[in-house]
């Protein structure tokens, strides 16, 4: 007896309009390609269909529709959709959220094509990302975040019911502006449930009720004899000092914040730490996700799925997201992350199923191994952007894109071209642009190293100086401002060059405004 499977008995729709239906029958015959074939590993799939104005709602609050109301995410929609409405800019096809179920906003006014097209690439592409690259399982909680939303847009509302929106927004605008500050780096704990937040936050307040004695205020201290806290290290280690998490720091510690200032403080550092992986994943998320939907598209359309004028619509829109102009281009604004992603996944096939002589040289192990989408699945599972770009980043990709490193030092009058796309020049243009994409290089390294809590309480930080480059005078100002707002005293930052541990500049600021309440 033989088996006949069903062919495809042609294109699945016709025309530019899109309904329910056609999504749905779109949305199988990807999953069909996606899950069954290419053995993508996904979360429950929910689609969401909003208006070009939900959209831009959507990028005004950090790419987070359930989140918290505050006013910079208005500043940002009238911003975006002045920019929109001139025709001077266009919108996302589609906003994915990192949850379980997996949220894809689609918009309504996309055609079919397109609704294809961001299906394939959100809820499969970057679906997959999401449920398998170790950051994301180290450091989020996909059951848990769209219940933590929920509770974090509740609990603030009630906030400013409570205490008046003036104050509560002082102290988000505080949290916000030290929000890439507000994270761990390593891990302390595996396993943080989000879906717990709102019974712990309960647990928190009624502890403190059932413990505040304010009697405890009038009894007074031993006179004489040295502070406990009078030695410098032993009072760091108390502290568990230096610590990088700023907003963990003032969270824990800031001696005039009330209770539900914590809480904000905790909220938005969640939100933060949440974004994590995101920042250090962009060229590989936006690469596999790429990936996917230019490979399920490709097949539908081989089988009779697609119709020709569908593909050429679909490759049109692909064309312009992995678009790399030029250094010397008025469009150039650094490496596309798509187009890199994108032609980094292509060339780890390429060399997985049809190597040549020098990928054997460069990848031994993968070259020739014969299934591309088992070296992509590892590849995408075990990796962030800067160690995937020194794995996997070849000798041709570094010809293709023509790149070369480019070395800039203050110290001398013009700029020289350190290396270029040779063999000379291969593994040290793939150094520098892999520590482009390294948070620890790209981002200021500033920790908080010391305060008496029983004198002065004056917090002091430092700034590790690397390559002579200081932090920019207003800004930093402002930032610290706030830092100093919360702590409710002065904070004074060093800035100290990491290699000879000289002092280069100090900033000193005092707080503006007690956002919490009198300390004693």
């Known amino acids: 007896m033989t088996l006949l499977l069903d062919a495809p008995s042609g294109p ?166 030290l929000m890439n500050h507000g994270v761990h780096r390593y891990p302390r704990r595996r396993g943080l449930d989000l879906r717990l937040e709102q019974q712990r936050s309960r647990e928190r307040q009624e502890h403190a009720e059932r413990t505040f004695n304010d009697l405890w205020r009038t009894v007074p201290s031993k006179a004489g004899g040295p502070s406990p806290l009078s030695d410098r290290d032993r009072r760091r280690a108390l502290l568990e000092l230096p610590e990088e998490n700023v907003l963990y720091f003032l969270e824990k510690k800031a001696p005039r914040l009330q209770g539900w200032q914590r809480e904000i403080l905790r909220i938005v550092r969640h939100v933060a730490q949440y974004f994590y992986p995101q920042r250090q994943t962009k060229v590989m998320n936006e690469g596999c996700a790429t990936y996917c939907h230019y490979r399920i598209l490709h097949t539908l359309h081989e089988r009779g799925q697609l119709t020709d004028g569908a593909w050429l619509e679909a490759l049109h829109s692909h064309t312009n997201v992995v678009f790399q102009p030029e250094f010397d281009d008025p469009r150039y604004g650094g490496m596309n992350p798509y187009a890199l992603g994108f032609a980094m996944m292509q060339d780890i096939e390429r060399i997985a199923t049809n190597p040549t002589a020098e990928d054997r040289e460069w990848f031994p192990d993968l070259a020739g191994s014969g299934d591309g989408m088992v070296a992509l699945k590892d590849a995408w599972a075990n990796y962030r952007d800067e160690s995937f770009i020194l794995q996997y980043l070849s000798p041709a990709m570094i010809r293709k894109f023509r790149l070369f490193h480019v070395k800039d030092d203050h110290r001398e009058p013009e700029l020289r071209v350190q290396a270029i796309h040779d063999e000379r020049g291969y593994r040290e243009v793939r150094q520098a642009l892999a520590r482009q994409y390294d948070i620890a290089w790209a981002e200021a390294d500033i920790q908080i190293v010391d305060v008496d809590l029983t004198g002065d309480r004056r917090l002091l930080m430092e700034h590790r100086v690397m390559n002579q480059v200081v932090l920019e005078e207003e800004e930093t100002r402002a930032v610290i401002q706030h830092l100093a707002d919360l702590w409710g005293y002065e904070v004074v930052l060093e800035e100290v060059d990491a290699a000879s541990g000289a002092r280069l500049k100090k900033h000193t600021v005092g707080p503006r405004t007690v956002l919490g309440g009198t300390f004693g």
Not at 16 to 30: G, S
Not at 68 to 88: C, I, P, Q
Not at 124 to 144: C, E, M, S
């Open 12 to 177: 699945l729709y016709t025309g530019a309009d899109w309904d329910y239906d056609k999504v749905r029958k779109v949305y199988d015959a990807i999953e069909q390609v996606g899950v069954k074939e290419m053995g993508l590993d996904i979360y429950t799939n929910q689609i969401e269909v909003i208006t070009s104005e939900q959209m831009l709602d959507a990028y005004s609050s950090i790419g987070m529709p359930l989140l918290y109301k505050h006013w910079s995410f208005g500043k940002h929609f009238a911003r975006d959709e002045v920019l929109y409405r001139k025709g001077l800019r266009g919108l996302a096809y589609e906003i994915v959220i990192n949850s379980n179920p997996c949220i894809s906003y689609i918009m309504e006014e996309n055609t079919m094509t397109m609704q294809a097209l961001v299906i394939a690439h959100a809820a499969f592409g970057h679906n997959h990302f999401f449920k398998n690259n170790y950051l994301f399982r180290q450091w989020t909680d996909a059951d848990g975040i769209l219940d933590y939303l929920s509770f974090a847009k509740e609990y603030i509302s009630k906030c400013e019911e409570r205490y008046g929106l003036a104050l509560v927004e002082r102290v988000l605008d505080a949290a916000h502006a």
